[in-house]
């Protein structure tokens, strides 16, 4: 900073150098050139504009303009990246948050609709009178009897299934056998009682023989096991096959192929949304004939009144549904394909006997069950589908009258 005398002698302090930034300007117009910088610096933009200044003998003029246009420094720069503008994500957070709160709502709604809706249908059904009843190993078993003279025939039914299901064929095999039925414990009325495994269910099947005082000498039967009911007449062939005349499958490979519902099902059907659908379900006539029809094909009676009940029932009385959800879990009964295979060094009379539009198995199920257990070639019922006892009672007695069995 330099000094220079002043006309009274005095030295004075030079004016310091001009600022663009609105500050002092000069020590004679230090007042003025002070409020001009502050106004320059309370001015939005003003640490950015130029100060323009002139000397005019004693004073000096300071412009504040700012040479650049607004327009060409927008107050907000537009987004980059794909990144939605603050407005557009507020509108978004409260579209997520009515969505959320919708669903929850419905969620409540649905939940409080089926719990009243399961109050309302909670009675359960009686079974029929006039039934039969016999304890077989722990389970206290329905059955059913035809015929009074002859070698015995015990007919062991699949999945939601029943005695009922083997009326057409009973009476026809009646003529010349003595015939059983049983309702395996899960189905039909015999008493529901886990756990629901091929193990449990062949135990009551070889309990019933003996309650049926079969299995000696001159009373060893023919086991007929339909669909998922042959894995439970396979394996008893195996544990007792001194007690066993011979064995049928009828519709069913006996294997443990893990068919069935896929077992995230359970984690999705939950009370009480489960037991309201399969109300509904048994509850709609016109599900129960489509179903039946689909498996039964159109060489079957059509279901009347009587018929739709005869199907329906037995999943509505006491202790059904808890039952149903267990087998669910368990899937499709079967055993392994090297325990099936076993059967073949096992000397019984076998039969393999399949609906030949059966399209629940593969086409090449029958010939490759029958090639496992050493059984002859099968017999395919012709224009029948899964349930060949219903739709061609007749050709299916007929294939049981021609298996021979020991006695």
């Known amino acids: 900073m330099e000094h220079r005398p002043t006309e009274n002698g005095t030295d004075d302090e030079a004016g310091p150098e001009v600022r663009t930034d609105g500050g002092t300007v000069g020590a004679e117009g230090g007042g003025r050139g002070d409020e001009a910088g502050s106004a320059a610096e309370a001015r939005p933009g003003g640490a950015d504009s130029t100060a323009t200044v002139t000397e005019a003998g004693a004073g000096v003029g300071v412009s504040t303009a700012d040479p650049t246009s607004d327009a060409d420094h927008p107050a907000t720069d537009p987004p980059s990246g794909g990144t939605p503008p603050p407005r557009t994500r507020s509108r978004l957070r409260r579209w997520g948050r009515r969505i959320a709160l919708t669903c929850v709502v419905t969620l409540v709604a649905v939940t409080l609709a089926s719990f009243t809706y399961n109050a309302f249908t909670d009675d359960r059904a009686d079974p029929p009178e006039g ?29 939601f299934e029943s005695v009922d299901t083997w009326s057409r064929l009973a009476p026809l095999l009646a ?17 529901r009682r886990g756990p629901y495994t091929v193990d449990h269910l062949t135990r009551q099947l070889l309990g019933f023989l003996d309650a049926m005082h079969l299995g000696g000498p ?3 039967p023919l086991l007929v096991g339909h669909s998922s ?20 499958l009828l519709d069913g490979d006996a294997l443990d192929t893990g068919a069935g519902p896929p077992s995230a099902l359970k984690y999705v059907l939950i009370d009480p949304f489960r037991t309201s ?14 179903v039946y029809g689909s498996q039964c094909g159109p060489q079957c009676p059509r279901l009347d009144g009587a018929g739709v009940d005869q199907w329906r ?13 267990s087998m669910l879990g368990e899937g499709v009964l079967g055993i392994s394909a090297e325990r099936l295979q076993r059967l073949r060094d096992v000397p019984m009379p076998k039969s393999v006997v399949f609906g030949a539009n059966d399209d629940v198995f593969d086409h090449k199920t029958p010939a490759e069950t029958a090639d496992r257990i050493g059984a002859p070639p099968p017999t395919l019922i ?8 219903i739709s061609a009672p007749e050709a299916v007695a007929t294939a049981i009258d021609a298996v021979p069995t020991r006695q």
């Open 313 to 325: 029932r037995p999943f509505q009385v006491a202790g059904a549904e808890g039952a149903l959800w």
């Open 277 to 290: 659908l399969l109300r509904i379900g048994l509850g709609t006539d016109r599900l129960i004939r489509k």
């Open 218 to 220: 001159g009373e060893r």
């Open 131 to 159: 039934l039969t009843y016999v304890q077989a190993a722990d389970i206290r078993t329905r059955y059913q009897t035809w015929g009074t003279s002859g070698s015995p025939v015990v007919l062991v039914h699949g999945a």
């Open 175 to 191: 003529r010349d056998h003595r015939v059983y039925a049983l309702d395996l414990t899960g189905y039909g009325y015999s008493q």
């Open 229 to 248: 009911g042959a894995a439970m007449v396979a394996e008893a062939a195996l544990r007792a096959p001194e007690r066993v005349g011979g064995m049928m």
């Open 382 to 389: 012709p224009e029948s589908r899964h349930l060949p006892m």
